[in-house]
């Protein structure tokens, strides 16, 4: 009967337009989409450190339609510590698919091609929050941690920042990659476009 309800309700669903945005932002950062059927329907699972519960619960929160539970803390080792995570995961539905299609390739994230009609502020704020940071407290300068991606997916993010934004951005080197680093002379627009949507246990990351 449980579930005949879940598929009763999965009719029901579809991705609204901040959902969509949303999940973009997720997809680029830290966010990632998972099958169980070969393809045919996705979830999305989203986990962060327990400090940043509210940033979770504010996904949550506009996710809710497509999550049966509630956001969970799980205990985790990481480097022999343990730290306690917060996590969800959507129900498997097939709104999601087009964008595992477009973000996945051979089971390994990839930044599609059409980014620049996808990615919008709200997208923006979010990929910010899961994967940005300042470059110092002396520098007005930005950093986006794009290591998971190629050199020239890198580039292609660096071209849509400054097409559709007007944020000028440069890569910069690491030993596991590459990052986006947003210059100082664009840091107060970038600001300006992602600040409404950051999330308060995140505006650390702005200042």
């Known amino acids: 009967m449980y579930s005949k309800k879940i598929e009763a309700r999965k009719i029901t669903l579809n ?13 680029l950062g830290d966010g990632h989409l998972e099958t169980q059927n070969n393809g045919k329907t996705y979830r999305l699972k989203v986990e962060q450190s327990a400090d940043k519960a509210e940033y979770v619960n504010w996904l949550y929160e506009n996710f809710e339609n497509f999550v049966l539970n509630k956001p969970k803390i799980k205990d985790k ?6 730290t306690k995570n917060i996590w969800f995961s959507t129900l498997s539905h097939g709104s999601f698919r087009f964008y595992a299609q477009q973000f996945y390739a051979g089971g390994k994230k990839v930044i599609p ?5 996808l990615l919008t502020p709200l997208g923006l704020a979010v990929w910010f929050m899961d994967d940005g940071s300042i470059k110092s407290k002396f520098h007005k300068a930005k950093i986006i941690n794009t290591q998971c991606f190629s050199k020239k997916e890198v580039l292609l993010m660096i071209k849509v ?5 007007e944020i000028s951005a440069k890569l910069r080197y690491q030993k596991d990659g590459y990052q986006i680093y947003i210059l100082s002379k664009s840091a107060d627009k970038f600001k300006e476009i992602i600040k ?12």
């Open 77 to 82: 080792i990481r480097n022999k510590v343990e």
């Open 161 to 165: 920042l400054k097409n559709k934004f």
């Open 15 to 27: 991705l609204n337009k901040i959902q969509r945005e949303i999940l973009i932002g997720l997809i």
């Open 113 to 117: 091609k059409i980014i620049e009609k």
């Open 196 to 207: 409404p949507y950051i999330v308060d246990c995140m505006k650390y990351k702005l200042d």
